[in-house]
């Protein structure tokens, strides 16, 4: 017999003031919010654009451990707060 398998279900939001971060060579502040669903070995994994003055953009993602940077070179059309 097989175990169940575990699924995810879960959203963290960080509003004002934001989380500070920081180890392993991490030191930044997250605010927005993240959602892990789906099977644990393979989650499906969204969260908040946030673009910079330069256009260059951070995705606060749990699992990757810091924010996930998106060149602005790969923005395209996407704005500040839109889930990605």
Known sequence: MSPL??????TLKIGNPPAQVTGRGVNSLWTGS???S??????????????T????GFVMIEKALQDVFISRDYVG????????
């Open 53 to 56: 003055h330069s256009g260059n």
């Open 5 to 10: 398998p575990m699924m995810l279900d879960v």
């Open 34 to 36: 993240v959602r892990a």
């Open 38 to 51: 789906g099977p644990v070995e393979d989650p499906a994994l969204e969260g908040e654009l946030r673009l």
């Open 77 to 84: 059309n996407a704005l500040d707060g839109d889930r990605v």
